[in-house]
């Protein structure tokens, strides 16, 4: 039996952060991963290349059911904060777009570097645990594994959430919050693909590798990135970025022409290009593949009718589908690409300081098992580093 000052249940960006933040205060931290290595998401994400932080962090770029919660870990540990450590181990990084921070080489740079703060500040790191259950009794938390018994004073929950199972993704977190009593909220995949079981499946499984930059919408809320169609649907920056908003049986909006509008164009070209037919047109402003499925979709019957012979209404008919093509996923790929979980440990139970839980002392929550969803671009990263951060400061 071995005693701590702080376990930290979690090895993935969130709980490194808090450990070399505990450890750098002096106190005695053990961190256990259920994994063989910690830091796998850190690994894989931005193609390897790890989308660290972003350039332009606010509140408007999170989901929370609470939307201030995260103002205040965000301002007490910022992308500045998170930057002045990456560049004070010489890890070189470029801007890519919106904001987004990569590194030059490989996202190793930044686990190494994690991992080197660690190394200095004495954490212990352990993988490979299984945890049996965790018990609180004599205002103390005693951590039963496998592999023995720890004890301490205070415990955080770094065990992030469902995504991507095969790097580590569990719901182990929202497990321990209802053994404590708190109240999760409903969790769904999310930064995910979408996919398709109706006439759209082939024509976009035909289109799979082409990206077109585009504004998806649904409901109130709107994005202009690229979308990528695959095999089984869409994805992309933009359909990623939607997913987070979308509901199962909600249309989506996409603006195929987001710099134009496609009803005075067609009417233009009407005029001016009388003798071409439609898609020859079409095709100076999208790629040649999606313009002739949308062909064979919206006007198969005048594919090789002049411009001068359409009527006003039947332009106006498939401009309106160019700027607002309705469709309905059938689902997303689910946890298994996920890149976040949205939803989970209900923020309302927890102090927006310190990350402590208002009705357990000592139990923390940070990271991706609480309810706090990032924009695609490095924001999920920096809640992590500052949920993370903040928790050890307060541990």
């Given at each position: 039996m071995s005693r701590f000052d702080s376990i930290i249940?979690?090895?993935?960006?969130?709980g490194l952060m808090c450990a070399i933040t505990a450890a750098q205060r002096g106190k005695k931290i053990l961190l256990l991963e259920r994994s063989n290595k910690v830091g796998k998401k850190i690994l894989m994400s931005g193609g390897g290349r790890c989308n660290f932080t972003n350039l332009f962090v606010e509140a408007d770029n999170f989901l929370c059911q609470n939307p201030?919660?995260?103002k205040s870990a965000l301002s007490q540990y910022t992308q500045w904060d998170f930057l002045a450590l990456v560049e004070k181990h010489n890890i070189s990084y470029h801007e890519k777009t919106l904001g987004q921070l990569f590194c030059?080489?490989?996202?190793?740079?930044?686990?190494?570097?994690?991992?080197?703060?660690?190394?200095?500040?004495?954490?212990?790191?352990?993988?490979?645990?299984?945890?049996?259950?965790?018990?609180?009794?004599?205002?103390?938390?005693?951590?039963?594994?496998?592999?023995g018994q720890y004890i301490c004073n205070t415990l955080v929950v770094a065990s992030g959430g469902l995504s991507i199972p095969s790097l580590g993704g569990s719901?182990?977190?929202?497990?321990?919050?209802?053994?404590?009593?708190?109240?999760?909220?409903?969790?769904?995949?999310?930064?995910?693909?979408?996919?398709?079981?109706?006439?759209?499946?082939?024509?976009?499984?035909?289109?799979?590798?082409?990206?077109?930059?585009?504004?998806?919408?649904?409901?109130?809320?709107?994005?202009?990135?690229?979308?990528?169609?695959?095999?089984?649907?869409?994805?992309?920056?933009a359909i990623l970025q939607i997913s987070s908003?979308?509901?199962?049986?909600?249309?989506?909006?996409?603006?195929?022409?987001?710099?134009?509008?496609?009803?005075?164009?067609?009417?233009?070209?009407?005029?001016?290009?009388?003798?071409n037919v439609l898609r020859s047109q079409l095709n100076q402003h999208l790629p040649k593949a999606l313009v002739l499925q949308l062909e064979?979709?919206?006007?198969?019957?005048?594919?090789?009718?002049?411009?001068?012979?359409?009527?006003?209404?039947?332009?106006?008919?498939?401009?309106?589908?160019?700027?607002?093509?309705?469709?309905?996923?059938?689902?997303?790929?689910?946890?298994?690409?996920?890149?976040?979980?949205?939803?989970?440990?209900?923020?309302?139970?927890?102090?927006?300081?310190?990350?402590?839980?208002?009705?357990?002392?000592?139990?923390?929550?940070?990271?991706?098992?609480?309810?706090?969803?990032?924009?695609l671009g490095g924001f999920n990263f920096q809640w992590a580093w500052s949920s993370g951060y903040v928790a050890g400061m307060n541990i």
């Amino acid at each position: 039996m071995s005693r701590f000052d702080s376990i930290i249940i979690g090895g993935g960006a969130a709980g490194l952060m808090c450990a070399i933040t505990a450890a750098q205060r002096g106190k005695k931290i053990l961190l256990l991963e259920r994994s063989n290595k910690v830091g796998k998401k850190i690994l894989m994400s931005g193609g390897g290349r790890c989308n660290f932080t972003n350039l332009f962090v606010e509140a408007d770029n999170f989901l929370c059911q609470n939307p201030h919660f995260c103002k205040s870990a965000l301002s007490q540990y910022t992308q500045w904060d998170f930057l002045a450590l990456v560049e004070k181990h010489n890890i070189s990084y470029h801007e890519k777009t919106l904001g987004q921070l990569f590194c030059d080489r490989t996202s190793k740079d930044i686990l190494n570097m994690l991992l080197a703060e660690c190394d200095s500040t004495n954490v212990i790191i352990k993988t490979n645990i299984h945890i049996t259950d965790v018990i609180h009794r004599d205002n103390a938390f005693h951590v039963n594994t496998a592999n023995g018994q720890y004890i301490c004073n205070t415990l955080v929950v770094a065990s992030g959430g469902l995504s991507i199972p095969s790097l580590g993704g569990s719901g182990y977190g929202y497990q321990l919050a209802k053994q404590f009593n708190i109240p999760c909220l409903e969790t769904a995949a999310a930064l995910v693909p979408f996919t398709f079981s109706d006439q759209y499946k082939p024509i976009f499984a035909e289109l799979s590798g082409l990206s077109v930059d585009v504004e998806v919408t649904t409901s109130d809320t709107h994005f202009r990135e690229a979308l990528l169609f695959t095999h089984r649907g869409l994805s992309g920056p933009a359909i990623l970025q939607i997913s987070s908003y979308w509901h199962r049986g909600e249309d989506i909006s996409i603006n195929l022409l987001p710099n134009d509008c496609a009803k005075g164009l067609l009417i233009q070209l009407k005029h001016t290009r009388a003798k071409n037919v439609l898609r020859s047109q079409l095709n100076q402003h999208l790629p040649k593949a999606l313009v002739l499925q949308l062909e064979k979709l919206w006007w198969p019957e005048s594919a090789e009718l002049p411009l001068a012979e359409w009527s006003d209404q039947s332009l106006k008919d498939i401009a309106n589908k160019l700027n607002s093509w309705s469709l309905r996923p059938a689902g997303t790929e689910g946890y298994r690409t996920a890149e976040v979980t949205i939803g989970g440990v209900n923020t309302d139970y927890l102090s927006s300081q310190t990350m402590e839980v208002k009705t357990q002392k000592g139990l923390y929550f940070v990271g991706e098992a609480v309810d706090v969803t990032g924009h695609l671009g490095g924001f999920n990263f920096q809640w992590a580093w500052s949920s993370g951060y903040v928790a050890g400061m307060n541990i």
